[in-house]
Every structure is written in C-alpha cells, then in structure tokens.
C-alpha cells in the first residue's frame, strides 16, 4: 500500500524547531538580564551623584574647616568616578542588551524561514503521494498501481514467491449513478474499498484501474485462500443497500508471465460473486483487458 503522505512535521524537523525556540528564549532572557544590569548601574551610579551632591553641600557648609573640606571633596570626586563607571558599564550592558535583541530577530527569522521552507518540501513530497492515490477509494491509482505490480511481479519472480491476482468489477454502478445519482455510486465504490481493505493484508496491492474496476495483488497466497477471502467480501457487500454484487476474476502468476498478461487472464475469468456463476457485465458485454495506462 502507498506511503500515506505527511501531514505532520518529521521528529527532525521538531527538534530543530524546538532547538531554534530554545536560542531565541535564551537570547530574550539574556536581553532581559541586561536592561536589568544596566537600569541597575543607572540607580547605582544616581545614588553616587546624590551622595556626591550631599558631599558638595557639606563642604560648602564646612566653612573654615580645610580638613574636613579637603575630605569631602575628595570623597565626592570617588563618588563622582564610580558613578562614571556605573554609567558606562550602564551603557555597555544596554549595547549588548541590543544585540542580543537583534540576535534573537534574526533567530526569529530564521525560524520562520525554515519553517516555511519544511512546509514547502512537505507539500512537494506530498504531491506525488496524492497523485498516486485514488482520491475518491484510497487505492492506487491506475499508473502508480499497474507500476507496483511490475514490481511485485519481478520480486515474487527473483524470491520464488506466489502472486494471485483478482480483477474486480463492480456490477451496477452506471444505473445506480442514473438512478440516485453519484453520490450515491461514490459511496458504494468506498464502501467496496474499505471491504478490500478489512478482508485483505496491509500490504496487499489494491489498484482502481477503471471507474467500476478494481485490482488486487496477493503475494504468498493460494488461489483457494484469495477467492475465499472475496467470497466473505461478497457476502459483506450483500448486506450494503444499493449494492448488486461484484465480479471477480482471479489468476496464479505463471513463468515468465508478464503483469499484463496476468492481468488480462483474471480479466477474461470475471464471474458474478453475487450469484455464484458466470456473468457478465450489466450492459451485457465483456470487457478486454487493455495496459494502456491512460
């Protein structure tokens, strides 16, 4: 069965987004801790110039006391240097605290550039996936479908391994879109799908090659086993309103065969599973199995 397409980002793609959102908190948290350190240096180096003032008023009420003057000038031109110091280390924790800031913008950026870009190479890995896939059923589409099978035709020939394929035929779908419309036929086709899908393995092949034809490949299966398998589709399909049974053909890979003309066997062995004998399609005609990939 197709690789259904991702919808989600890869466990990669996640770690380096959280890594990114990680620098940019960080950067922002550093930034933060610098306008702190800085509008801490600034009260820092305010009380120096309060104190230095207070000092400045004090020696000017000294009057003739040249000691004590000669003290308090000495000790406002300290207060007066220190808060220099603080102003600048002020002012280099704000120039760091800017660059941290623009760090972070351009992580930010980044971020949001590859962003875009995963959600860009998720959309064109996505394309060939819904190309591939039946959009209506879920099956594989014809091209992609009949390309599997080549190849599960050459694996099963390299391992010696058994392929049976079923061609299916869906009986009545033209009248019932006459009838009730093509909703109606759509939900039929899905419903013969998801009974595909319920009676038959994971890995099993299941190809809409037509608008009411079906195909499926099994590996590793008898014959007997594969049309057991869609005698209980049958009888499940019985039970859906509207439906008027399925016909099924089946065929064993031979030597040397080619999936073309597997194919074109199970075709020319349609019976009507509904009724348990041979039948033919609802328009009264036989269909020939073309490869055409059209």
């Given amino acids: 069965m197709p690789q259904q397409p991702r919808l989600l980002p890869s466990r990669q793609d996640q770690q380096i987004g959280q890594a990114r959102l990680d620098a940019i908190n960080e950067r922002n948290a550093a930034a933060d801790a610098r306008d702190l350190a ?12 309060l104190a230095m003032a207070q000092r400045d008023d004090e020696c000017q009420r000294a009057g003739g006391r040249a000691d004590f003057g000669i003290e308090i000038i000495a000790r406002a031109a300290e207060h007066r240097e220190r808060a220099a110091e603080y102003r600048a ?16 913008t351009r992580d930010r950026e980044h971020a949001a550039a590859e962003r875009l870009a995963a959600a860009e190479r998720e959309l064109l890995e996505a394309e060939p996936a819904r190309a591939e896939t039946d959009a209506l059923t879920g099956a ?6 009949l390309t599997d099978l080549e190849h599960e035709v050459d694996r099963c020939r390299t391992t010696n391994s058994g392929l049976v394929i079923t061609y299916v035929d869906v009986v009545g779908l033209k009248t019932l879109n006459h009838d009730l419309g093509h909703d109606a036929g759509d939900a039929l086709l899905r419903d013969v799908v998801a009974l595909f899908k319920a ?9 809409r090659v037509g608008g009411d034809e079906f195909l499926c490949a099994m590996s590793n299966v008898t014959a007997s086993d594969a049309r057991q398998r869609f005698s209980v589709i049958a009888g499940e399909l019985s039970a ?12 064993t890979l031979r030597a040397d065969e080619t999936a073309a ?9 349609l019976t009507d599973s509904s009724r348990g004998g041979e039948g033919v399609e609802a328009n009264g005609h036989r269909h020939a199995w073309t490869p055409s990939t059209a």
């Fill in 38 to 49: 800085a509008v801490a240096r600034d009260l820092a180096a305010d009380a120096r110039d």
């Fill in 89 to 104: 280390a002020a002012a280099e924790h704000r120039v760091l605290a800017a660059e941290d800031r623009r760090a972070a």
């Fill in 140 to 145: 594989r589409t014809r091209a992609a479908g």
């Fill in 199 to 207: 009676h038959l393995r994971s890995y099993d092949l299941i190809v």
């Fill in 240 to 251: 859906i309103p509207d439906a008027r049974g399925i016909r099924t053909g089946f065929a």
């Fill in 261 to 269: 003309d597997l194919i074109a066997r199970a075709d020319g062995e």
